[in-house]
């Protein structure tokens, strides 16, 4: 028996106020397989790592997804930002910076800071059909912060480089 109806809606009129809350509406996604170096002290956007979305609906949720390779010579900090809105940072903790995500190295040492701290999943409920950019911006404290920067071994010999992408998701509300 084939299918004719899905929500009671004929296939050629379904619309994602259709769908049940929870589904997936679109799926956009950015890899980022070049490198990027800043030297700045304050937050700087990521060249490759910004990536636009329209939602379908007020209702609809955005599902953010970041893997970002992360080299810094000092404190290096990471940010999420929707247009000019910053997303997903720490709570106020006296006057230290507040980041989305965050790695410590302490030296030029070229080593990947390869922990969960790269990694990031942020739900967003923008309350709108507008397009709306998301981007990823970076920080060092002091020096410079890097990223995809090929890394290398104690005898200077080049060890591997690593990618960073953005996927956004549109979830109906």
Known sequence: MALTKLNNQSLTAV??????SGTVLQVQSTTKTDDFSS??????????????????????KILVLVYCSIV???STGLKLVRDTTDLSFA???GSRQ??????FL??????????GANHMHFLDSPSSTSALTYKLQGIARTGSF???RTIYNTDNTASGRG???ITLMEIAG
């Open 39 to 60: 030297p700045s002290s304050s937050f700087a956007d990521i060249t490759g790592m910004s990536l636009t979305i329209t939602p379908s609906s007020t209702s609809s």
């Open 163 to 165: 990618t960073s992408a």
């Open 98 to 103: 507040r980041y989305s995500m965050i790695g």
């Open 106 to 115: 302490g030296s030029a040492s070229n080593e990947i800071y390869n922990a």
């Open 146 to 148: 890097y990223i995809n």
């Open 72 to 74: 810094g010579d000092d």
């Open 91 to 93: 709570d106020v903790d």
């Open 15 to 20: 619309t994602s106020a259709g769908l049940p």
